[in-house]
């Protein structure tokens, strides 16, 4: 059974950079179109970003476009998301997800795998 873990959160400046990395494990992450998805304090939860298994990214966040990348290495098992330039509006608990259908979602609802989360805080 397919088993998914984060890390690399923390607490970063304005403008700062941090790298979120989804290990998973019991299953070929190959097989499994990966979202990562946030959820600030009080508001639902979103869809940032997805990767399907060809590789295909769609973004679901306007303002990430060109500050946030997300990428895949089926030979590490591991997702990442590549966070440039964040801002205190980034601010929220990101999780990783997988989904086995043929193509991604912004729909938190259609992942049926899901990480424990890892916060990312953005504050000076």
């Known amino acids: 059974q397919l088993q998914l873990v984060e890390s690399g959160g923390g607490l970063v400046q304005p403008g700062g950079s941090l790298t979120l990395s989804c290990a998973s494990s019991g299953s070929p992450l190959s097989s499994y179109n990966i979202g990562w998805f946030r959820q600030a304090p009080g508001k639902e939860r979103e869809g940032v970003s997805c990767?399907?298994?060809?590789?295909?990214?769609?973004n679901y966040v306007v303002s990430v476009n060109g500050r946030f990348t997300i990428s895949r290495d089926n030979a590490k098992s591991t997702v990442y998301l590549q966070m440039n330039d964040l801002k205190p509006e980034d601010t929220a608990v990101y999780y990783c997800a997988a989904r086995s259908s043929a193509y991604c979602s912004a729909s938190w609802t259609s992942f049926s795998t899901w990480g424990q989360g890892t916060q990312v805080t953005v504050s000076s």
């Open positions: 990767i399907r298994t060809t590789g295909r990214v769609t």
